[in-house]
């Protein structure tokens, strides 16, 4: 039987419990063993058929499941059971009535199941009794999204990320109290009040724990901060391919890049974020970045815990927002991602960002040629196949587009006694062309964005007032004919 890592069964102290040192992130490998056969779990869909929220209506409760289904198929579980559960009241103490609760009780002990998985958020009161009506471990929606980013994250920041959301998680299962363990009584007699509850050293111990893992996050977010400014100083803007979980971004992040990241057809493929240079038609060059997958109900706590990791699409110039256009949920998927980006304070109607209508090769003649024309006739659109590379070169260009108003074309002619400042913008210019003169000088076209403009302007001022120079006279120029 499964050791179960989200609910609290036991003292947390040093030496005994759970030993979140070394537990922390690895909680996959309890529920699933190579060596092993994989554990058979049941997953149950609670349906309230009452709630009119903004979720429950963007999704049909078969869409729900299949999610759900392909959740636990992440980390390799073995589904063999899978409900959806009408619920037109809501019980406390259980989620569902005692009848119900007693048919599941009896199709878990026929089908041998070891692992409940409940696609809703139980409070631990909730988890607790239906884990002791079952007699089966029971994992809810967030308890399982944790255990998928535990066993993907890679990078030290991810493992950290991770551990933070999962220590943060546990802290509100601490339901028992362990009075056996209880410290005890200070002073004489009835004098002194009660010492430290188990529960109360648990938690103290938990918070310690979340407190050193802030610490760390703290220096790898500064280090992070750093590597920004650097991109900030450097004269390749950044893309950031944003989108729901499964919806082709690292496959299209492949294509474009000519990369080689774990793209496969499985939710949170990927986790940690990736950065590649991409060179776009015009010569230009880009910094294109891939970001961790969304979801719907995504924990509050695991996006404040990669907030240092989902910020660098606010750094991003230009943001592309990839549509599995395929999926029949294609719709609720979009508003989903919308929503944890507005959580992080930004919002995805700029013109400076791009929808990518991806998956095409998998619509029938009708529905391909209704996307066409939807991309064709919007200018932040674009229809692509990130699987067969259709599309991708007509993004790329889109995208180039973009950063057209962004760059200040300069042009200058340079004898052979600036060579250091030929140098210099053949470093950090874009689509640098160049003319040589009889008498032996430089006429150079060559375009720069803000940041390096000003960087020429203050290194060669001479140089930057006759390109200014020349770009009046040929304005004039333009004027008068």
Not at 301 to 330: C, G, N, Q, W
Request: proline share 4%; glycine share 6%.
């Amino acid at each position: 039987m499964p050791t179960d890592k989200t609910t609290y069964d036991g003292p947390l102290q040093e030496g005994e419990g759970v030993d979140f040192d070394s537990q922390q992130g690895k909680a996959h490998s309890e529920f699933h063993n190579e060596a092993e056969a994989p554990t058979r779990v049941c997953v149950l869909t609670p349906w309230f058929k009452g709630n009119r929220s903004a979720e429950n209506l963007r999704r049909t409760p078969e869409e729900r499941m299949s999610e759900a289904v392909g959740l636990a198929a992440a980390i390799k579980l073995d589904v063999v059971q899978s409900q959806i559960i009408p619920l037109s009241t809501v019980r406390p103490a259980t989620l569902m009535g005692t009848g119900k609760l007693e048919e599941i009780r009896l199709m878990l002990a026929e089908e041998e199941i070891e692992l409940v998985i409940m696609d809703t958020s139980l409070n631990p009161g909730q988890h607790r009794n239906l884990e002791r009506a079952w007699k089966v471990k029971v994992l809810d929606r967030t308890g399982l999204i944790l255990e998928i980013f535990g066993a993907r994250a890679r990078t030290r920041e991810g493992r950290l990320q991770v551990d933070l959301a999962h220590l943060n998680f546990q802290k509100s299962r601490l339901v028992r109290s362990w009075t056996h363990l209880e410290r005890q009584r200070g002073g004489a007699g009835f004098l002194g009040g009660p010492g430290e509850t188990q529960i109360e050293s648990d938690r103290r111990f938990l918070e310690d724990k979340i407190i050193r893992l802030n610490k760390q996050l703290d220096k790898v977010k500064r280090t992070r901060e750093l590597h920004r400014k650097n991109r900030r100083d450097a004269p390749y803007p950044v893309v950031a391919l944003v989108g729901y979980t499964n919806s082709g971004k690292s496959t299209l992040f492949n294509r474009m890049a000519e990369a080689e990241v774990m793209a496969e057809d499985l939710l949170f493929a990927t986790l940690d974020p990736t950065m590649r240079a991409v060179t776009l038609p015009s010569g230009r060059r880009i910094i294109l970045s891939d970001t961790v997958g969304f979801i719907s109900d995504l924990p509050t706590h695991l996006v404040a815990a990669f907030r240092a990791t989902l910020e660098e699409v606010l750094e991003a110039k230009v943001v592309v927002h990839v549509r599995d256009i395929s999926h029949p949920e294609t719709a609720a998927q979009k508003l989903d991602v919308i929503d944890v980006l507005e959580q992080l304070g930004m919002a995805l109607e700029d013109e400076k960002n791009i929808e990518v209508l991806n998956k095409i090769d998998l619509l029938d003649e009708d529905g391909r040629a209704a996307v066409l024309n939807e991309a064709e006739l919007s200018a932040n659109k674009s229809a692509v196949s990130a699987m067969t590379g259709e599309g991708v070169d007509a993004l790329l260009e889109q995208i180039d587009v973009l950063f057209a108003d962004t760059e200040n074309h300069l042009s200058l002619t340079l004898t052979p006694e600036d060579g250091a400042a030929m140098a210099w913008l053949y470093r950090h210019g874009q689509n640098v062309e160049q003319e040589i003169t009889e008498e032996g000088d430089t006429i150079l076209d060559v375009q720069l964005n803000l940041a390096n403009l000003g960087r020429f302007e203050k290194q060669y001022p001479k140089l930057a007032k006759q390109a200014q120079s020349n770009f009046e006279n040929a304005t004039n120029l333009d004027a008068d004919e």
